[in-house]
């Protein structure tokens, strides 16, 4: 027998039958046991209405930091696709579970490439692990993903926040195949004296294209450990005239690391994939 709990709301009796957690439409979430990184991994699936239409397929953004993220990142791909602003896409959402701390610490691990010698933000004893969760993204969860869900082929987007940045830019220059599209936001380039504007200058040396199409951003009020590098890189990228690479930084007003997030994803969605 269910349970009822009655509470007293603005003077109006009302009577709660029961009490579940809210759930997102049409999501689903994977326990995945990744080989390459020693990681239980949730994989959240976000899949659109039109899904439906079994002669349809879809591209994929593939979201960083999905513990926080996830959520956030489907409701304004919803937002967007009902305005007919963006097309129907699919959501895959990469996520620790657990506590927050549990998160805050695998992440550190996942999207940092190189220990950082200055120790701009303090200790990350686990930071280092972002070739071997490229190699989890390459070889593991991307062929599943593809395997089990129909995808736009290589129509595929990565979206990263601070040090979910930092792994965007990285993957660019390292793996520039594995995605088309990328979204980096407050993007933590200064890590380890800014190491990855050593790796697009090795890129850059043997390679006068890069096929993909990509949104940058911070927020005006982020840390100048943020803005400056982001600035430098900008400008990097748009001297080195790459043949194929489309690049779009802004400067977002009145945002922090954090706001300009939400923010980001908006507009780089629309930059992205807008009609």
Not at 218 to 235: A, H, K, M, N, S
């Amino acid at each position: 027998m269910l349970g009822v709990t009655v509470v007293l709301l603005a003077g109006f009796l009302n009577t709660v039958v029961s009490s579940q957690n809210v759930c997102l439409e049409r999501t689903q979430n994977h326990i995945f046991k990744a080989k390459n990184v020693d990681q239980e991994y949730q994989i959240q699936v976000y899949l659109p209405p039109s899904y439906e239409d079994r002669t349809k397929t879809f591209p994929v953004l593939y979201v960083l930091d999905a513990d926080k993220s996830f959520g956030m990142s489907v409701n304004i791909m919803e937002w967007l696709s009902w305005a007919r602003e963006i097309p129907d896409m699919i959501a895959v959402g990469i996520a620790y579970g657990g506590s927050t701390q549990n998160w805050w610490d695998k992440r550190s691990r996942d999207y940092t490439p190189w220990k950082d010698s200055q120790k701009t933000w303090g200790e990350w004893p686990l930071a280092g692990g972002a070739g071997n969760f490229l190699k989890f993204l390459q070889e593991e969860l991307i062929p599943w993903v593809e395997s089990n869900y129909r995808t736009a082929g290589t129509d595929r987007g990565l979206a990263g926040l601070s040090l979910g940045g930092l792994f965007g830019a990285y993957v660019i220059f390292v793996e520039p195949r594995l995605f088309s599209k990328y979204l980096l936001s407050g993007a933590a380039l200064i890590w380890d004296n800014r190491h990855i504007f050593k790796i697009e200058e090795e890129f850059a040396e043997g390679h006068g294209s890069l096929a993909a199409k990509v949104y940058a951003a911070v927020g005006e009020f982020d840390d100048q450990r943020i803005i400056g590098p982001y600035q430098d890189f900008l400008t990097l990228l748009k001297r080195r005239n790459y043949k194929s690479l489309e690049i779009k930084g802004e400067v977002i007003p009145g945002e922090t690391h954090i706001s300009s997030w939400p923010a980001s994803l908006t507009r780089g969605l629309k930059y992205l994939y807008g009609k």
